[in-house]
């Protein structure tokens, strides 16, 4: 495995400069978007992307449910490596320990992740990212950013996906041909998230007034909630689906 020195000196130059910046207590709302031009002109982008590959969206309503199942399986399968990982560097070793367990059941008598016996063991899904870590070390979340494609984001978050594309150890252990397949699996598993929830992304995206502050809010009062962080606003986490997107 590659060494991880450079990694891990980029993760201690961004913990550097999101330090510099105000924490979201301290701005208006909790939300603290410095960039909201440059931010909102890749929304633009992002969402004339998403117009245009709607339709293979909503393709996904129509993949037969245990072909759907079998995806998100195997997606949930192939990034517990990477979980295990993080939650090591957590420290919640108890945690780690059931997600082992969880991909070696998955992998083996689940049929390579498709299907979900360590479920039904007692071994529900339960996912984590090198941005929740950098959140467990205590990285303030810095500014809010849209990244081209990926979406809603923050400077922290930001740099946990780029962590995280070199901490899978499944990355340095399969051959090209199951990287590939890995990696398809997981975009496939986007796809089918598109249309499952295309009714809230549509509302979200076209149905209210002012997208971007919309998915603004939901993105973050969704991603502090995920990591219990209060002080940053996650206790006043509202439910996507809950939102009156009108007139907003």
Request: with cysteine; hydrophobic share 40%; proline share 8%.
């Amino acid at each position: 495995m590659p060494s991880l020195r450079p990694i891990a000196c980029l993760a201690l130059v961004s913990l550097i400069a999101a330090c510099a910046n105000p924490g979201p207590g301290e701005a208006p709302d909790g939300i603290f978007d410095p960039q909201e031009g440059p931010n909102r002109r890749v929304h633009a982008f992002n969402k004339r992307l998403d117009t245009a590959l709607s339709g293979a969206g909503s393709a996904g309503s129509s993949v037969p449910l245990p072909v759907r199942a079998g995806i998100e399986n195997m997606a949930d399968t192939v990034s517990l490596p990477q979980t295990v990982v993080n939650q090591l560097l957590q420290l919640r070793l108890g945690r780690a320990t059931r997600n082992t367990a969880r991909f070696s059941i998955n992998a083996t008598v689940g049929l390579l992740g498709l299907l979900d016996p360590a479920e039904a063991m007692g071994l529900p899904e339960d996912e984590s990212d090198f941005g929740e870590t950098l959140h467990v070390w205590g990285l303030p979340e810095g500014s809010y950013i849209e990244l081209p494609v990926l979406g809603p984001s923050t400077e922290r978050d930001a740099v946990g996906m780029f962590v995280d594309i070199f901490t899978n150890p499944l990355s340095y252990v399969l051959p090209p041909n199951a990287r590939y397949t890995a990696t398809g699996v997981r975009l496939a598993e986007r796809v089918l998230d598109r249309s499952e929830y295309a009714d809230q992304i549509d509302e979200m995206l076209y149905g209210s007034a002012d997208s971007y502050a919309q998915s603004r809010t939901i993105y973050l009062q969704n991603r502090r909630y995920e990591l219990g962080d209060e002080s940053a606003g996650g206790a006043g986490y509202i439910d996507p689906e809950a939102i009156d997107t009108e007139g907003f």
